[in-house]
């Protein structure tokens, strides 16, 4: 017993240690040719959201909105890819419900 006990709290400091460097590692997602960019930590919690001055028109927000939406959803994609790749390593590519 005392064997696997070992194993869990090896792969426990594993896992934090993973998580650690989610948080830390920084993705981005852009859209309209970079007018919009949004860094999203491996954790997938935005951090900042930048917009080029030029791509705003009061005129035609919508437009502005939609490449919000599609820069933040490039990013939580990247994010998440990052986050598979590294529990992967982790888990030896089994999918564990909440590790992820």
Avoid: F, W
């Avoid at 998580?19 to 981005?28: F, H, I, K």
């Avoid at 917009?51 to 028109?57: L, M, R, S, T």
């Avoid at 986050?83 to 888990?91: D, I, N, R, V, Y």
């Amino acid at each position: 017993m005392q064997p696997n006990m070992k194993m869990m709290q090896q792969m426990q400091a594993r896992l934090e240690k993973i998580q650690q460097e989610l948080e830390e590692t920084d993705v981005e997602g852009t859209a309209g040719g970079g007018a919009v960019r949004v860094t999203v930590s491996g954790l997938r919690t935005v951090k900042s959201i930048k917009i080029d001055p030029e791509a705003v028109d009061p005129e035609d927000m919508e437009i502005l909105e939609d490449m919000i939406l599609a820069a933040i959803n490039e990013a939580m994609n990247s994010a998440e890819a990052l986050s598979q790749e590294k529990m992967g390593a982790l888990t030896g590519g089994m999918n564990i419900p909440g590790l992820t």
